[in-house]
């Protein structure tokens, strides 16, 4: 982890969140993900370790990199 970390490999995927009366998205969740080769593995198999390192904030920081890298994704969106 505190590789991945340092080499920043580090993505983000987007959730959408709908409002229920009309199925319409109206924000989106952002996800963290720790890139490893071509996969994004779940913040539920690494998030515990990144808490124990005490790294949550850099792991917060590269996420918000990302989100300012896929800013104009989120405008075709919402």
Not at 38 to 46: S, V
């Amino acid at each position: 982890i505190l590789k991945k970390l340092k080499n920043n490999d580090v993505d983000i995927m987007f959730q959408p969140i709908f409002k229920s009366e009309d199925n319409e998205i109206f924000s989106l969740e952002v996800l963290g993900r720790i890139v490893e080769k071509d996969k994004l593995i779940p913040a539920g198999m690494f998030i515990d370790h990144v808490y124990e390192l005490g790294k949550v904030a850099e792991f917060d920081s590269l996420v918000l990199d990302k989100l300012l890298e896929k800013e104009h994704l989120i405008k075709q969106v919402t």
